[in-house]
Nanobody, 124 residues
Framework: QVQLVESGGGLVQTGGSLRLSCAAS????????MGWFRQAPGKEREFVAA????????YYTDSVKGRFAISRDNAKNTVYLEMNSLKPEDTAVYYC?????????????????WGQGTQVTVSS
């Protein structure tokens, strides 16, 4: 069992930055591929980024490439999402998720554990 708690969301102007954190419980954090997803009102949950168990490989959806960066600190059981050059269309609830497989995947139903989400609002 893994419990995930996100933090760091908030209100920011267009072009601003935020850093999301996701703290995981348990001793097996390094055994999980970690992902970030987001869901805007009236839309389906969409993949944002994922990182391999060691942190050596990352994968991003096209709309955030060059603006967002995912990283992890296995010693601190934490995964981060650095978000720069934010746009109004980035407004959503952001969720972190843990996948017990060894593959980086972008499909939400492949992830085993989810946090409660943190709101990110980008004003124009």
């Amino acid at each position: 069992q893994v419990q995930l708690v996100e933090s760091g969301g908030g209100l920011v102007q267009t072009g601003g930055s935020l850093r999301l954190s996701c703290a995981a419980s348990g001793r097996t954090f390094s055994s999980y591929v970690m992902g970030w997803f987001r869901q805007a009102p009236g839309k389906e949950r969409e993949f944002v980024a994922a990182i391999s168990r060691s942190g050596g490989n990352t994968y991003y959806t096209d709309s955030v490439k060059g603006r967002f960066a995912i990283s992890r600190d296995n010693a601190k059981n934490t995964v981060y999402l650095e978000m720069n050059s934010l746009k109004p269309e980035d407004t959503a609830v952001y969720y972190c998720a843990a996948d017990g497989s060894s593959f980086i995947r972008s499909t939400p139903d492949r992830y085993d554990y989810w946090g409660q989400g943190t709101q990110v609002t980008v004003s124009s």
